[in-house]
């Protein structure tokens, strides 16, 4: 585990209630994976179901998480804010539950200067809830 949940707003940008990701677990320059705990008071549960948004939020901040992560041992200082370009070959295949753990991956398809093409999976039980291409710019 590279960043814990008592860290992970460290790398970040979103803070309380809107955190989707608990820790950053590896982070290189192909990819990043983490790891989320659905609680009983996110703000996206309803009736016990986790919304299609918020895990489409979670790959976004497990890439914030891992950008981050990747920034500050280049330079030290605040991490780079990145903003979503495009949300792209959105595929729901499950649906995620109360106190299901998330388990995300990120790979890099491509970069050109700080436009980042990824895809992100998130599974909870070795099943695939929901995967999609991301554009990624870095501010």
Not at 20 to 42: H, R, V
Not at 55 to 66: M, S, V
Not at 112 to 120: P, W
């Amino acid at each position: 585990m590279l960043i814990n949940k008592e860290n992970i707003t460290s790398i970040i940008p979103q803070k309380a209630p809107f955190v989707m990701i608990d820790s950053l677990l590896s982070a290189d320059q192909g990819g990043f994976q983490s790891i989320f705990t659905i609680a009983p008071d996110n703000l996206f549960l309803e009736n016990g179901i986790l919304s299609e948004s918020a895990l489409i939020e979670n790959i976004a901040q497990t890439c914030a998480a891992g950008f981050g992560y990747l920034n500050s041992l280049e330079k030290e200082g605040e991490p780079k804010i990145g903003f979503i370009g495009a949300v792209t070959q959105v595929r729901i295949e499950n649906q995620a539950k109360l106190n299901d753990q998330i388990e995300t991956s990120v790979q890099i398809l491509s970069t050109f200067d700080t436009i980042h093409l990824i895809e992100g999976t998130a599974k909870s039980n070795g099943e695939v809830l929901l995967s999609c291409q991301m554009k990624i710019v870095l501010a």
